[in-house]
């Protein structure tokens, strides 16, 4: 399934791409376009995890004799997963994340807060809940829609700059009103995108988490933790909302927003609680 989704986002941006180009610049407009996405599919396939490792300064943890690489060697044993690498972000706001585009080359990294806040037995829970994500082929899609996100992003700037500046296509006559109002949209889009690929998986990974460790606790005890920090208004460095659906807990949940949850990446921490709460009675 994953893999089916994987295949639609590239497409989708594919298709994005060359009705943009065409836009622009008509049928030569429509080449150029096509070329470009062909490239950014096979780029972002092959590297958005090390775009995004690189974005977040994380540096892979060596020293096999770390906490980190040692919780996360033990629960690939219990997962039946080949060892990730593991990094670490030099970050005191505590979270983490899985990317990668495959079992073969994933990779799990926390921040140097989450290391620092948590206990063991909530550490664990969280990066069992990471390499559920592994488990569950999600990773890739995850990377590639924070990929697809920004594109986005980069074509709504493009589209305000051209329409302020009158800029149309000699062959369609583009009207700069419908440039803006795709603009405008075109975000709107991509945050739904985000929404769509993160809200079901983070269920599914809390409880995979809980099934791998056995212990449904400790990740409701970490989850409450990293929201409480959240909420203060305590955000990573370097975060951006193209990225924040990989997140275990969104980096902008401390952010009040006038839409409430229309578009959030992730279900609210209560629910999640509750249904690891729920699921405490199977374990």
């Known amino acids: 399934m994953e893999q089916v989704k994987t295949v639609f986002l590239l497409s989708l941006l594919t298709v994005l791409f060359v009705f943009i180009g065409f836009s622009f610049g008509g049928t030569s407009g429509m080449l150029i376009a096509f070329l470009i996405a062909g490239g950014m599919n096979f780029y972002a396939y092959y590297y958005s995890d090390k775009q995004v490792l690189k974005q977040y300064n994380a540096t892979p943890i060596e020293d096999k004799r770390h906490p980190v690489y040692i919780i996360t060697q033990k629960l690939v044993k219990k997962a039946g997963l080949p060892m990730p690498k593991v990094y670490l972000i030099p970050d005191h706001t505590p979270n983490a994340f899985a990317t ?48 697809f996100a920004g594109a986005i992003a980069m074509i709504a700037n493009m589209m305000q700059f051209s329409a302020m500046f009158g800029g149309n296509n000699r062959q369609g006559g583009n009207n700069p009103i419908v440039m803006i109002l795709m603009a ?70 401390g952010l009040k927003s006038s839409f409430g949850s229309l578009f959030r990446t992730h279900p609210t921490t209560e629910d999640r609680i509750a249904r690891l709460e729920e699921l405490k009675s199977e374990l």
């Open 184 to 253: 405008i949209l075109l975000p709107l889009a991509a945050s739904l995108i985000q929404m769509t690929v993160s809200r079901s998986r983070e269920f599914m990974a809390d409880e995979g988490a809980a099934r791998m460790t056995g212990d449904a606790s400790s990740l409701q005890s970490a989850l409450s933790k990293l929201e409480r920090y959240a909420r203060n208004g305590n955000q990573i460095h370097n975060a951006t909302e193209q990225t924040a659906h990989m997140f275990i807990i969104n980096p902008f949940s």
């Open 100 to 147: 990668g585009r495959n079992h073969e080359n994933a990779a799990v990294a926390v921040t140097m807060g989450l290391y620092e806040m948590l206990n063991e037995k909530e550490l664990e829970g969280v990066i069992a809940h990471e390499l559920s994500h592994v488990k569950h082929y999600d990773i890739l899609v995850g990377t590639i829609a924070a990929v």
